[in-house]
Nanobody
């Protein structure tokens, strides 16, 4: 059984930082692209960042470039999202996700088959 479990969310003031973690089990972790998505109330789920199997290729949506960093530790089956200079518009539920097949980095929601339960990030102004 594949499980993705996010942690690290919380309430932070604008300009602050948080680090999200996603612990994966049941995947061939080192073979999987992993992504972070987020969904704000009333909005569609959107990709935030993706990382390739080796960690050598990453993708960031424009609104987080220079502020967020995605990384992975294959030995711990964990991926991270370091978020800095947080803004109120970053407020959302953050999800990690993985596809069920080998693929290069992809950014569309329907490319991902496994999802965590989400962790709430709230940024106050």
């Amino acid at each position: 059984e594949v499980q993705l479990v996010e942690s690290g969310g919380g309430l932070v003031q604008a300009g602050g930082s948080l680090r999200l973690s996603c612990a994966a089990s049941g995947l061939g972790f080192e073979d999987n692209v992993i992504a972070w998505f987020r969904q704000a109330p009333g909005q569609e789920r959107e990709v935030v960042a993706c990382i390739s199997m080796s960690g050598g290729s990453t993708y960031y949506t424009d609104s987080v470039k220079g502020r967020f960093t995605i990384s992975r530790d294959n030995a711990k089956n964990t991926i991270y999202l370091q978020m800095s200079s947080l803004k109120p518009e970053d407020t959302a539920v953050y999800y990690c996700a993985a596809p069920s097949f080998d693929t290069p980095v992809v950014t569309t929601t329907d490319s991902y088959d496994y999802w965590g339960q989400g962790t709430q990030v709230t940024v106050s102004s």
